[in-house]
């Protein structure tokens, strides 16, 4: 009787120690799962400006997963489940850090300033002093120059799994813009896969400001072909239309019955091609619109688009009056990106929150004069979903 109750009580123990060890592998398993990258770490560490540059990674519980760089304050990659649970990398990006810097044009996933989007000329006036800006699109200036903010070196915090905090002081004189101005972007990775983008900012000298992300969107993977088959839907009566050159001509025209009405959720190719000159200027999609506001300070949205591919949904909520939709009109044949997939003629598109391009030479669009004593302050969020 002894033995057999010993025998039982070591088969037990068996069972139970290799129990917790199952317990352990699938553990260990959804961990690997969850932090893996699929971009080397290594491949992102060196010295550049005589500062690290890194790789930084950001998880939530439910596997979500956002790669960013210091360098430009780059999203390098965004993994999000498709319908079919498979985990999906929707933005553009690249394998090492080194191609960043050949094709720093693109401004793949930066941050972007101190003035995104144009400024027409490269100049502008305040309080009677003219300033020129360095040009990079001529004949315009273009998101803060060659030297902006997407190709300088952000000093970098990780507080924890989800939260990574970036800080950068723009010198006096930078790219042709006064004020010394101190800069910090929080982004954050919520447990409801959306990610936060908060950004502040003080100067000591009257400046203007207009900070946004440039992340290139495929939601049926970065480098899977055309985006022209998702539906988008974008909060707007009215866009600002543009000359030759891309710079807003200063008014708000209605987007009903134009290639711009995205009020209903239509695919982005249906008029990408239309014979209209506004969509001539842009060579396709690469205007402003204006977001119709309920107030003015709060999160609201602004854009949603769906693949029926993967099924992933993404929105856009902003507290920004203008949101930029360019459609990859000018990704070229030769570009290649992570895994060495093909990023080629309108296949990613970016939405980009801000204030208006050429605000500062147009006294009827809102005002993006920061002054000393006063913070700038702006949120937008990426939220990811499956419809």
Known sequence: ??????????????????CNNTNNQQQASKDSTKLSAPISRAAYQQD???????????SNKKNMTVYITNYGGRIVSVNVPNKSGTFTDVVLGYDSLNHYFSRKENFFGALVGRYGNRIAKGKFQLDGKSYQLAINNAPNALHGGPKGFHDQVWDAKQTNDQTLELSYLSKDGEEGYPGNLSVKVLYHLTEENSIEISYSATTDKKTVLNLTNHSYFNLNGAGSGTINDHLMTINADKFTPVDSTLIPTGVLADVAGTAFDFRKPKAIGDSVNSLSEQIKNGKGYDHNFVLNRKTTNDLELAATVYSTVTGIKLEVLTQEPGIQFYGGNFLDSILFGKKDLHYSYRTAFCLET???????????FASTILEPGKTYSTKTVYHFGIQ
Do not use: E, T, W
């Not at 037990?12 to 120690?17: P, W, Y």
């Open 48 to 58: 550049v400006q005589g500062k690290k540059v890194d790789l930084y990674v950001l």
């Open 354 to 364: 801000q204030h208006f391009p050429n605000a500062p030479n147009q006294s009827n």
């Open 1 to 18: 009787m002894y033995s057999i109750k010993r025998l039982l009580a070591v088969l037990m123990l068996f069972s139970a120690v290799a």
